[in-house]
């Protein structure tokens, strides 16, 4: 049953998983009129449970199945004004051909993904529309069924364009901002989320991962390679933490007792919280690895610059797709060859 929106701003969320959940559930517990497009997997849960949505802070929020809007047909966009797309990487050209066909030209897209190029690709699809890339800093977490757990901090950034949507999207206990320089904030988060695999691979908790000195370096390393990348591609970067991009590598290999102090903010995470690469590989789901190693090892080949660390990482996790093993160290990983 949908709400009357304090905005007039009818907002559809197309893929409802952990982001597009808690997003969604922020939204609609601050009065918007929200709708959930997604998969019968999660849909079901939410009939049955509602929509629960907490965070670091102690907010813990659930709303009742009967307050829910939710759909398994995309024609749910043909009343949207806003739709904030939350699939994964490999579904943008999925949900790029639905919302052509069913949203009306007002619409306003977003993209809240993981990993570069999901705007583009919604632009050479939906060309009447005002598309707007978009960076999500946090974390969700699964915790229980229809329950989702916002474990690290951090605010959303979208494009900036026409009118004030940061605005309209910004409630309480959700804050979002516009920025002129989207590409750079992305790529530092993309950096970032490189991480995804190790976390994924290491069975730790991103906590326990940090405080490791081990698992930090290579971290480091990763990240030491992929910034050769993109810096051979002019890639402009902004960073998503108050450590220069530069220098993070290098905050990352310090002894741990000075980690702790240098990295404070970086350590603001909940014990629980893992990555979606861990909670997707724990389901038996694909993940986004290519939208994240793969990519660095296309735009390394490319300019002919070896990324055997990012190549190490794509292999082990689809391996892993495969059925393989987690609960690997750092070493293992930086010998893993594909087949290992």
């Avoid at 952990?18 to 959930?36: D, K, N, P, Q, T």
């Avoid at 030491?224 to 902004?238: G, K």
Wanted: net charge neutral; proline share 6%; glycine share 8%.
């Amino acid at each position: 049953m949908k709400s009357s929106s304090p905005t007039g701003t009818h907002i559809v969320i197309a893929g409802a998983g952990a982001i597009g959940c808690y997003v969604g559930g922020m939204l609609a517990h601050a009065g918007h009129e929200v709708s959930f497009l997604g998969r019968p997997r999660v849909l079901d849960q939410l009939r049955t449970e509602g929509l629960r949505v907490g965070d670091y802070t102690g907010m813990d929020v659930t709303l009742a199945p009967e307050t829910l809007d939710l759909h398994e047909s995309p024609e749910v966009l043909a009343g949207a004004d806003l739709i904030l797309v939350c699939v994964k990487s490999a579904a943008t050209a999925a949900i790029a051909d639905q919302i052509a066909a069913h949203a009306p030209p007002h619409a306003i897209i977003v993209s809240l993904q993981n990993g570069m190029g999901h705007a583009e690709t919604l632009r050479a699809a939906l060309p009447a529309h005002d598309i707007r890339a978009g960076m999500v800093p946090f974390n969700v977490v699964p915790v229980a069924p229809a329950h989702f757990h916002r474990a690290t901090s951090g605010d959303i950034v979208i494009a900036a364009g026409l009118g004030d949507l940061a605005q309209t999207m910004s409630v309480a206990g959700l804050d979002v901002t516009e920025s002129d320089e989207i590409e750079a904030v992305q790529w530092g988060k993309f950096l970032l989320n490189l991480n995804n695999a190790p976390n994924a691979l290491s069975g730790l908790s991103l906590h326990s991962q940090l405080l490791s000195r081990p698992w930090r370096r290579l971290m480091a390393d990763q990240m030491t390679e992929a910034l050769r990348v993109l810096r051979a591609h002019d890639c402009a970067i902004r960073p998503t933490t108050p450590v220069p991009v530069g220098l993070v590598p290098h905050v990352l290999r310090l002894p741990t007792p000075l980690f702790r102090r240098v990295a404070a903010k970086m350590l603001t995470i909940d014990a629980q919280a893992r990555t979606s690469m861990a909670h997707d590989l724990g389901a038996g789901r694909a993940t986004e690895i290519d939208a994240l190693q793969g990519r660095i090892i296309e735009m390394g080949r490319a300019k002919s610059i070896p990324t055997p660390l990012n190549s190490a990482m794509h292999a082990a996790v689809k391996m892993a797709e495969r059925g393989g093993k987690t609960g690997m160290t750092p070493d293992q990983l930086r010998s893993f060859k594909s087949g290992s």
